[in-house]
């Protein structure tokens, strides 16, 4: 199957994310710091994140949520490509014409 330009361009721009992190950071109340949590293997996990960090982690977390967003995008349209050649392949039109095809013509092979 051949690739769209479409899909080098979301698979380029998935290449083109260099930080990524997964969760989300909530502010503690009466804190100075933040925690980031996130599920991983069926679990929460809790960081605790100082001031500084923030900025530069958020832009990570955003990193990660732009990759998800394009990767669904490139599976949607993976998916759409894939059923609309099933569909061609194996629609009742071309079975058709397969099984007309498949026939030998009378004089063939002593027939």
């Known amino acids: ?12 721009e998935m290449a083109s994310i260099e930080r990524m992190e997964r969760g989300k950071l909530c502010r503690m109340a009466g804190r100075s710091h933040y925690n980031l949590q996130a599920w991983r293997k069926g679990k929460n996990e809790v960081r605790y994140v100082r001031q ?8 990570a977390i955003d990193g990660y949520n732009l990759f998800m967003t394009l990767a669904q995008q490139y599976a949607d349209l993976i998916i759409t490509r894939t059923r609309r050649n099933h569909k061609r392949r194996f629609s009742p039109k071309n079975n058709r ?15």
């Open 1 to 12: 199957m051949k690739t769209s330009s479409r899909a080098n361009k979301l698979l380029k």
């Open 97 to 111: 014409k397969n099984k007309i095809q498949d026939k030998p013509k009378i004089g063939q092979n002593g027939i």
């Open 52 to 59: 500084e960090e923030v900025e530069t982690l958020q832009e």
